[in-house]
Structures are given as structure tokens and as C-alpha cells.
């Protein structure tokens, strides 16, 4: 309003305001990983192995997973939806991929990730298609799809598990590879998280994913074709969740109905920690990465400092809310900030 | 009275969903809805709610039928109290959580919370606490659960959704620490037996259904008959309007995931008593059962609507579903959870079907306008209300 009075003042208010919000933005991801350089040192200091190349490689590794399914969750709340049923989209795919060994002895290890990948697409079509389509809110179908996949997942496996012995030892090797001493997990997910990241920034249909986050209605009105885009994003956090699930397969071999039911959590806490904003419109993937990363230190750190994995879930908890907590009070100071100096501005 | 007003208005204008944002100021009409929704027959809330709770009822009817047609046992009182143990703890925990739905808020935690008050229980009496004292730190243990998601909510002003899903985590996690992969199960017998006798004189009825039924008639009088009743459906539907109108709503709502918590928490002792034990992975999964118990008895997802009634006969439809599934022996209890997904799913789509009509009218009269002027800005549509998340 006090740029209709006075014109002068205008171009310079919404560049100040992208360069304070920016800035906000950036001090989010290096507050993570000021963190986790402070938790690696505390507990390397408690107990020095922690800093040596196995545990390293095994954290790494243990991320991979998170991070991938992280990327597409992070890109659905980024629209202003949520999706809970990742973590029986992973249970299925690894339950339907991994038995394609049993079934077809010989089968190529990238046939198995692409029927994955198909298995997670489904889901995600199904779910995205309901959610945009239907317009429903996506928390309710989404937490339907958790159980309904997950009972499907049931009927298929039946009594029967996949277990290690039917996989083939190029399968299961796969966590444990490695190329420059990093996991090659760790790496593919990293060229996975690169490219959402790219085109998040980079492209239209990716800055409306903002856009529409920010404020559906408007997004509507300026043109953004809102179901499409909520859909493909869906679509993608399926993808990657099936993806996720031949991940799971490989790391954890015997696989049974239950296979990673609660994951969803996990996943969702890691992309709230990393910064993305749970009402959407804000956030990058690098963050939710690297939340998943933080996560992931955070029980391999009490791991080694002894405290038992029975904490993990209790922890996990905590953090999610510190975040959103933690977001809200930042939020409130951008805001106030802003006003501030928009008056300045004004006057 | 002030707030019967906005509810007859804004009801009658937006049979849909409006979401979460604040995109459209209030009172702005939108007509597009307004008007399928009369074309419909839907205005007026009084004939939709009434709608809603006959189809319950045929639904409850239908479902009976099938339960009778399966097997001669369906209506025996074994079958009818298993059905009621089964869907007694569920249906009180759906009480408070159609308040809270009502005001547009929703409490994921609910499960989580149920099962910590159950751990503790089992925790404090192999601590051989009497079991007066479990029973007051039990309250105040739901007290301060509730709170923890109250604060969160109206103090802090963080989303509901968000902060249920992190205590959700939060309560489980700490439930699976206090008893570790113990299991407790020595309590007296005057308690485990809640879970195998019904009401003296009824042996159809459990405890569980009949403490239901009580609090129903309760819950039922404050939300239709008081002025605190009708200040949350004035919430529900606008909290600015309620505000200004002198609704204290973070008061409200706090009070409400206070009742939420100290509902879950007698609920999981009562729940552990009907078990006889208390182990771990106790509730889990509880909070779907429970929003699909509300959402079917025709409470809006986005506050506002819904009715007691329809949420107790909700009830009986989805307990009376799965009893009828699972005495026919092609079921099991893992195909439920599938029938008990796609309730949730059709109980919010359901509602919509008006709007689907509506705009696949609007694509035809818009495919037809183009056949006459080339430019389609011009018959440019109402936009579409949002959809997204609850707030």
C-alpha cells in the first residue's frame, strides 16, 4: 500500500525482501549443518570410532535411502500436501522387487530397480490422481493409501518372506559398494537429489510446485495448472518411494509384510527438520537431504554413545517438533522484519 | 445465537470443501458451488445432515444384512459383544476427535497417547502401585499430553496436522520406552474381566459400548444444546468471525486436546484391561480407525459440520462392516484395514460428487463456447475452491 503512494520507493522493497528471505533460507541449511558438525564432533569426542571410515560409510549409506524418499516428499509438501503412505509404497516395492529373484532366478539387477520403480509409479498415480482429481485433502487419502497398501502388501506376501538366500550376492553388495571409498548409494541419490534440486529452481513446472505452496488460490488465478502439478508431484514421491523400496531390499535382504510400516515418519521428519516448511511454499530438497543425514547421525551418535535404538522413534519426534517450532519462530521474525522496513520504506 | 447466522450462510454457499487458505475473504459468495449444491438438493444444513444420517441408517441396515445373510451367529451375544469390544475404546476416542474436527483441527496423536497412558499403567503397577494412584497419574499424564498439543497449537500457532504427527512419534516412542519389550498382564481380576463380561443384564453390551453410549448422550447435549456447542461449529466455519464475535478460540481448542488427551488416556487403560495386558505395539494404527469412524458419521474434514449422531452411527456401520466381513469366513482382519482405507477415501469423496458435477457441466459448456468463439478467456470458470491440506 505505501508503494501506491509512493512509486519511488517500490523497486527496491521486493528486492530487499527476496535478499532477507534468501538469506533467512540459506541460514536454515548451514543451522543444519552447523549441527551436525557439532553432534559428529561431541560424540567423536566420546567415542572416536565414530569419525572412522566405516561408521562414516555406513551413516552414508543408511541415508541414501532416507534422502531419496525425502526428495519426493519434500517436493508433495512443498505444494501444501503431505503424503503418509511412502512408507508402505517402500514396504511393497521391496517385497514385490526383491521376489522377482525368486520368481525369475537370473533376472537382471536393473529390471528388478525398474519394477520397483513401476510399483512405486502405481502408487503414486493412484494417490495423486485421487488427491488432485478428486480434490480431497491429501492427509486423509494419504493415510488411507498407508493402510491400503499396506493390506495389499499383506495378501501378496501371504505368510511367505523374501528371504537373503534367494537374492544374489551382487544385490545384496550393493549398500556396501563403494567408489572413491564414498557408497555408491550414497552417490546415486546425491545425482538424484542434484536433479530435483536443478529442477525445482530451474524450470516453470518446478517453481510452480512454490508457487502453488505459497497460495494455492492464487497460483489457480495466475494460470498454474494447480491439479496437474499436484499430481505430478505424487507421482514423483511414488517413484521414488518405489525406487526407495529395492533400496530397503538390498540393505535388509528378508523381507516380510511388516517391511519399513512407520517409515513415513521418519521420512516426514527428516524433510521438516531439513527446512521445507510443513504448510508448503517453502524449502529446498538439499535440505530434506540433508535433515535425513542429521537424523540419520543422530541415531548412528547414540548408537555409539550407548544409548538403545529404542530411543530412535522418541527422538525423532522431539526433533520434528523442534523444527516446526523452531520454523514458526523464524518465520514470525522475517515477518516482523519485513514490516519493519516496509514502514521505513513508507515514511 | 450469534453464531446460527454464519452457519446457515456460509453452509448453504459452500457445499465444498473451502481449504485452508486464506485466499477468499469470508463472506465472499461463491456462487458456482452455492449453486450446484441447490441443484442438488443440498442447501440448507438441516437437510444435508439429514441426509447424511438416514444414509447411515440404511447403511446400518445393509450392513446388519449382510451379517445376518453370512451366518445365523452374527446377531448371537458372543457376536455382538466382540463386535462391541471391538469397537467400544475406538468409538469413545472418536468423541473428542469430532470436537476437534469441528474446529478444523485435527489430533493424529490419539493412538500414541493411548498407548503411553496403557504403558505407564503396566509400568506402574508391576511397580506395585495401588491402583487409585496409577488411576490419577493416568489422568494427569492425558492432561499433559493433551496440553503439550494444545500449546503447540494455539500458543506457538504451528498447524495441527504437524504437531500430531511429531507427537505422534514423540508418545509412541517414549510408550515403547517405559516398558521396553516387556509385557505386564497381572492386573486384578475385577479388571480383566471388563473385556469378557458385558453389562450385567445385557451380555451384548460391553463396558467399553456402554461407557460409549454415556458419554455420547454427554458429548451429544454440549455440542447441540449449549452455547459452547454452537461455538464450535461457529469456530469451525470461520474463526475470525467467532473471535470478533467474543469466542475465546485458542482457549477452546486448548481445552478440547486437553479432553483429547484425557479421553486417550482412560481409553488405553480401559483398553488394556480388556486385553488383560499390556505389550508392545498396543493401539498402534487406532488413529485411522478412529478419523474414519468420524469422517463417515459426516463430520467435515474442514470443521464446521457434523453431528453426534452421525458419528455414533458411524460407528456401529464400521464395527457391524467388520464383524460381517470377518464372520464371513472369506475375510480376515488384514482385508479390512483395505475396506476400512477405502471407507476413509469414499466418506471424504462422497461429499464432493456435486462439485465433480458441476465442473464436468462447466468443461462442457466451455468446450461448446468454443465452438462458437475461438477465445477461451472469455468463458473463463470460477476458479475452483482449493483443496489441500486441513489447517
Not at chain 1, 513446472?205 to 494455492?216: F, H, K, M, T, V
Not at chain 2, 475404546?89 to 473428542?96: R, T, V, Y
Request: aromatic share 8%; with cysteine.
Amino acid at each position: 500500500m505505501s508503494a501506491a503512494r509512493e512509486p519511488e520507493a517500490e523497486p527496491s522493497e521486493p528486492e530487499s525482501q527476496r535478499r532477507l528471505v534468501d538469506v533467512v533460507l540459506r541460514a536454515r541449511t548451514f543451522g543444519i549443518i552447523v549441527v551436525l558438525g557439532v553432534l559428529v564432533l561431541i560424540t567423536a569426542l566420546i567415542q572416536s570410532r565414530f569419525v572412522g571410515g566405516g561408521e562414516v560409510r555406513f551413516i552414508l549409506s543408511q541415508t541414501a535411502l532416507y534422502a531419496l524418499v525425502a526428495v519426493g516428499e519434500a517436493m508433495v509438501i512443498l505444494t501444501r500436501n503431505v503424503d503418509l503412505s511412502v512408507g508402505s509404497v517402500v514396504g511393497l516395492s521391496a517385497y514385490v522387487s526383491a521376489n522377482m529373484f525368486g520368481t525369475h532366478p537370473g533376472i537382471p539387477i536393473v529390471l528388478v530397480f525398474l519394477v520397483g520403480l513401476g510399483v512405486g509409479l502405481g502408487c503414486g498415480v493412484i494417490t495423486g490422481a485421487i488427491t488432485a482429481i478428486g480434490r480431497v485433502p491429501s492427509l486423509v487419502v494419504t493415510l488411507a493409501m498407508l493402510y491400503i497398501i499396506r493390506g495389499v502388501d499383506t495378501i501378496i506376501v501371504g505368510s511367505g518372506v523374501v528371504l537373503a538366500s534367494t537374492e544374489p550376492n551382487s544385490f545384496l553388495n550393493i549398500p556396501t559398494a563403494t567408489i572413491f571409498g564414498l557408497p555408491d548409494l550414497a552417490l546415486a541419490v546425491a545425482v538424484v537429489v542434484a536433479i530435483a534440486a536443478y529442477y525445482l529452481n530451474s524450470y516453470r513446472s518446478g517453481r510452480d510446485l512454490y508457487a502453488i505452496g505459497s497460495d494455492p488460490d492464487a497460483a489457480r488465478r495466475a494460470g498454474i495448472p494447480v491439479a496437474k502439478r499436484v499430481f505430478t508431484a505424487f507421482v514423483i514421491s511414488g517413484g521414488l518411494a518405489g525406487l526407495g523400496g529395492v533400496v530397503w531390499a538390498s540393505q535388509y535382504a528378508t523381507i516380510e509384510s511388516t517391511a519399513a510400516s512407520g517409515l513415513e515418519l521418519q521420512i516426514i521428519a527428516s524433510v521438516v527438520v531439513g527446512g521445507v516448511a510443513i504448510f508448503g511454499g517453502s524449502g529446498s530438497v538439499v535440505g530434506a537431504a540433508l535433515g535425513a543425514l542429521l537424523l540419520q547421525t543422530i541415531n548412528s551418535a547414540l548408537n555409539v554413545i550407548g544409548v538403545s535404538s529404542i530411543w530412535t522413534e522418541a527422538i525423532s519426534g522431539l526433533l520434528l517438533i523442534t523444527a516446526i517450532t523452531l520454523d514458526r519462530g523464524i518465520q514470525l521474525r522475517v515477518a516482523a522484519a519485513l514490516r519493519r522496513r516496509r514502514v521505513r520504506l513508507g515514511a | 445465537m450469534a453464531p446460527e447466522i454464519p452457519i446457515e450462510a456460509t453452509e448453504a454457499a459452500q457445499p465444498v470443501p473451502a481449504g485452508s487458505v486464506a485466499g477468499e475473504p469470508p463472506g465472499a459468495p461463491p456462487p458456482e458451488g452455492g449453486r450446484a449444491a441447490a441443484r442438488f438438493g443440498l442447501g440448507g444444513v438441516f437437510g444435508r445432515l439429514v441426509r447424511w444420517e438416514v444414509a447411515l441408517c440404511v447403511a446400518l441396515v445393509f450392513v446388519f444384512g449382510i451379517g445376518v445373510d453370512a451366518s445365523g451367529d452374527f446377531l448371537s451375544n458372543y457376536n455382538l459383544f466382540t463386535l462391541c469390544t471391538n469397537i467400544g475404546d475406538l468409538a469413545i476416542m472418536a468423541l473428542p476427535m469430532t470436537l476437534i474436527v469441528m474446529v478444523g483441527e485435527i489430533d493424529l496423536s490419539v493412538a500414541s497417547t493411548l498407548a503411553l497412558s496403557a504403558e505407564t499403567l503396566g509400568y506402574l503397577w508391576s511397580h506395585g502401585w495401588p491402583m487409585a494412584a496409577i488411576f490419577v497419574v493416568v489422568i494427569a499424564l492425558g492432561v499433559v499430553l493433551g496440553a503439550i498439543n494444545g500449546l503447540l497449537v494455539t500458543k506457538v500457532g504451528l498447524p495441527s496436522l504437524a504437531v500430531t504427527i511429531g507427537t505422534l512419534t514423540l508418545y509412541r516412542g517414549l510408550a515403547n520406552v517405559v516398558l521396553g519389550p516387556l509385557t505386564v498382564s497381572d492386573f486384578p481380576a475385577p479388571f480383566n474381566e471388563l473385556g469378557v463380561n458385558g453389562v450385567p443384564g445385557l451380555p451384548f453390551l460391553s463396558w467399553s459400548v456402554a461407557i460409549f453410549f454415556v458419554l455420547a448422550v454427554i458429548f451429544g447435549v454440549v455440542l447441540h444444546g449449549t452455547p459452547f456447542g454452537r461455538s464450535l461449529y461457529a469456530i469451525g466455519l470461520n474463526k475470525e468471525a467467532a473471535s470478533h464475535a467474543g469466542i475465546r478460540v485458542p482457549r477452546v481448542k486448548m481445552g478440547l486436546f486437553i479432553l483429547s488427551g484425557v479421553v486417550c488416556a482412560l481409553v488405553g487403560m480401559l483398553y488394556a484391561f480388556e486385553l488383560s495386558s499390556v505389550g508392545e505395539n498396543i493401539g498402534i494404527g487406532f488413529e485411522l480407525m478412529v478419523i474414519t469412524v468420524v469422517l463417515l458419521g459426516g463430520v467435515s474434514i474442514f470443521g464446521g459440520r457434523g453431528t453426534i449422531i452421525g458419528v455414533v452411527l458411524a460407528a456401529f456401520v464400521y464395527g457391524g462392516l467388520r464383524s460381517a466381513l470377518l464372520i464371513s469366513s472369506s475375510f480376515n482382519e488384514n482385508d479390512f484395514q483395505i475396506v476400512s482405507g477405502g471407507l476413509l477415501i469414499l466418506s471424504v469423496l462422497v461429499p464432493n460428487v456435486p462439485l465433480f458435477a458441476e465442473r464436468a457441466r462447466e468443461l462442457m459448456r466451455r468446450r461448446a463456447a468454443r465452438g462458437i468463439i475461438v477465445s477461451p478467456e472469455s468463458s473463463s470458470p470460477t476458479p475452483p475452491p482449493t483443496q489441500g491440506m486441513v489447517t
